[in-house]
Nanobody, 114 residues
């Protein structure tokens, strides 16, 4: 079974920064594309090869990167705004012995407020 666990959320003031982590664990062969969502909005995407894409609303402020040795994908969030307040969830395409499919984490809440 594959599990995704997000962490790093919490309260932060406008203009502040947070780094979210998504740790992928369990029995699998490889991790392919990984996304960060907030509610239904796709915020950032990173491919297996490390190609990153961002929503216009976060471009220039957020950075997604991965450490495959740690089976972890990060979302570095800078210059946070109150409109960034949301539950951030990680979604990963993972190849297991049986199949290749998407898995979701439970999410971590980010609250941007003064």
């Amino acid at each position: 079974q594959v599990q995704l666990e997000e962490s790093g959320g919490g309260p932060v003031q406008p203009g502040g920064s947070l780094r979210l982590s998504c740790v992928i664990s369990g029995s699998f062969l490889s991790i392919h594309d990984v996304d960060w969502y907030r509610q239904t909005e796709l915020v950032a995407f990173i491919s297996k090869e490390g190609i990153a894409r961002y929503a216009d609303s976060v471009k220039g402020r957020f950075t997604i990167f991965r450490d495959d040795a740690k089976n972890t994908v990060y979302l570095e969030m800078n210059n946070l705004k109150p409109t960034d307040t949301a539950v951030y969830s990680c979604h990963a395409i993972v190849r297991t012995h049986a199949e290749t499919r998407g898995f979701w984490g439970q999410g971590t809440r980010v609250t941007v407020s003064s």
